[in-house]
Structures are given as C-alpha cells and as structure tokens.
C-alpha cells in the first residue's frame, strides 16, 4: 500500500499536525503511516487516529510521498541516516527546530527538503506556519506545501535567515500564552473568582482581543489605550505589569528562545 503521508516521530508536534490534517479531511487514516520506534506509542497511534504504523523509517518513508520529519533536533543524526537512499520520489518536510535545509541536505542529499516551523494550534486548525524552500524544491511543490499548511492554519513563506525567529516568537508562542493564561486564572481566583469562571474569562479575554486586534488592524497601542480609562483599573493593573518588567520579560523570551534556536543548528 501506497500511504501519502509518512510522519517520522509522532509525538507531540507530529500529533498535532496529523490531528488538525484528519480533521480537515485533508487525508483519510489510510493515508497516513508513521513510524515510531516505540511498540506502545505505535498502539496510541493505531487506537486514536486508525493510521498506519511502522518501527521502521525507510519503511514508512519508502511508503510515502510526503516524508514529515518530527523527530527532536537532536535525533536527526540516526533519521537522517536512516532517510539516505529512501525514495527520492517524495518531498521532505522538516520541522525541526533550528535545524538549517543545509544540515537537511547534507544529511539526505538530492531530496526537495521543506524547512517548516509550524506551532501546536495546527491541532485547531488556528496554526501559524512558516516555510523556507531547499534548493530542489519545485514551484509546484512550493504551491502543494503552502495549500498543506493552510488547511490547519495560517500560513507564511520567508527566507530562511528568519525561521529562528519564527520558532522563537510563534512556535514557542503557545507556551508564553499558555503561562499568561495561567496567571490570568490565578489572579482571578486571587481576588475571589472561583476557578472554572475564571479560566472561562481569561480564555476569552486573550481570543478577543486576538480577534479584534486582527479585525480591525488594530496597533496594540490603539487597542490599548481603548481600555485605558482616566484614572481607572487598566491603568492601575498595567503600571503594575510595567513595574515587573513584564514587557521587557516577554522580549527577553524570544530573544533566548531565538539564540537556543541558533545553538540547536
Ligand atoms: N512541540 C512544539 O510545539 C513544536 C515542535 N517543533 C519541532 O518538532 C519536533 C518534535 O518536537 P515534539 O513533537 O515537541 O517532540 P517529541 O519528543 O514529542 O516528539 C519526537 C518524537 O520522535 C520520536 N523519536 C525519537 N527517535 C526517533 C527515531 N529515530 N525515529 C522515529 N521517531 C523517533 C520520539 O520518541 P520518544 O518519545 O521515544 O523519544 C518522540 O515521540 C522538534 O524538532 C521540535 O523542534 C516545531 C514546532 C513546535
Ligand atoms: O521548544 C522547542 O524547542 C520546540 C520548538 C518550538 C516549540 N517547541
């Protein structure tokens, strides 16, 4: 059998991919095969989603006409040997943090590679994407690659020189909202909201003003001072933010995140 699909790892970034792709019926389980070294997650994968499974990536990758590699960046080394030679027929996507098509090409040479840094809201099918294209790549390919992507998300081509950048600020962005919406949470229940109110409102919060900062095209500045009443509680809660460094925090993240992005290529 022929599977269009072969995803090598399938953890958490290769779940959430294969999630939102299944949900949007961009491939039946059928069409879909991924390899794991692991006897038990291979079940997970076979119980949850009905795809196929293998224990052997030139397998899975030979079975394939997208090969998605999800593995970390520090077990490329074994995949990459285990991808030389494999079907040369199929188009290669990497998610790989930090890892540059230079490294991707070296190690499975004469391949179109895909360089993608996507974040885990593909699940949702509210993903943001970025890709940068190998030198083999075809501009149909490219095209294939972009509509790919676009079915979980949203969806942006830049040159390579900024995918660090990209994996710095969206695809760890998740993480940084998910702590805020924690603290959110606990400052509500700190001034005597009970808990499941409280995670309701600070969900909604941060989706709406996504929304209406992307709407209405809408600076952060403009929104903010929106909010900002004369001497009422916006401001009085953000002089609190800005005496804690909070901005200045957020952009140390990023910048961390973007030289640990650099270490891992
Ligand atoms: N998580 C995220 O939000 C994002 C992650 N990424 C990138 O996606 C990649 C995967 O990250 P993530 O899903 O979080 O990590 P995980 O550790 O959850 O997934 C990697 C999976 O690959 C498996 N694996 C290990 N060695 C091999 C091998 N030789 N062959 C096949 N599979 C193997 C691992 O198995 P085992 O569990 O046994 O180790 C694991 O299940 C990383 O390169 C990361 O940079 C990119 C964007 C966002
Ligand atoms: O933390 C990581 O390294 C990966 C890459 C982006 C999100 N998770």
Not at 61 to 78: C, D, E, H, R, Y
Not at 107 to 127: D, L
Not at 172 to 180: D, E, K, M, N, T
Not at 182 to 211: C, F, M, N, S, Y
Request: proline residues 6%; hydrophobic residues 45%.
């Amino acid at each position: 059998m022929t599977y269009r699909l072969g995803v090598i790892g399938g953890g958490r970034m290769g779940s959430a991919l294969v999630a939102g792709l299944l949900a949007e019926k961009i491939y039946t389980p059928a069409e879909i095969i991924i390899s794991h070294p692991r006897p038990e997650r291979r079940q997970f994968w076979a119980d949850t989603y009905g795809v196929g499974v293998s224990g052997d990536n030139p397998t899975a990758a030979a079975a394939s006409q997208v090969v998605l590699v999800a593995v970390k960046p520090q077990q490329f080394a074994q995949v990459g040997l285990d991808l030389q030679g494999s079907n040369p027929g199929a188009v290669y996507i990497s998610v790989l943090a930090g890892t540059t098509l230079a490294t991707l090409e070296t190690a499975v040479p004469g391949r179109p590679w895909v360089r993608a840094m996507p974040n885990t809201p593909v699940q949702v099918r509210s993903g943001m994407t970025a890709l940068a294209w190998g030198g083999q790549v075809s501009e149909p390919q490219q095209q294939w690659a972009v509509q790919l992507f676009k079915a979980v998300g949203q969806v942006v081509c830049v040159p390579e020189t900024y995918l660090n950048g990209v994996t710095a600020l969206a695809g760890s962005g998740p993480g940084y909202v998910a702590l805020l919406v924690e603290a959110l949470i606990d400052g509500g229940v700190l001034v005597g909201l009970p808990r499941a109110l409280a995670t309701q409102l600070a969900l909604q919060t941060i989706l709406g003003t996504a929304q209406l900062l992307q709407q209405q095209s809408l600076s952060p500045a403009e929104l903010k001072a929106q909010v900002m009443s004369p001497g009422g509680t916006t401001s009085a809660g953000l002089l609190c933010l800005e005496r804690q460094g909070v901005r200045g925090a957020l952009m140390q993240a990023v910048q961390s995140a973007y030289q640990r992005a650099q270490t891992l290529g």
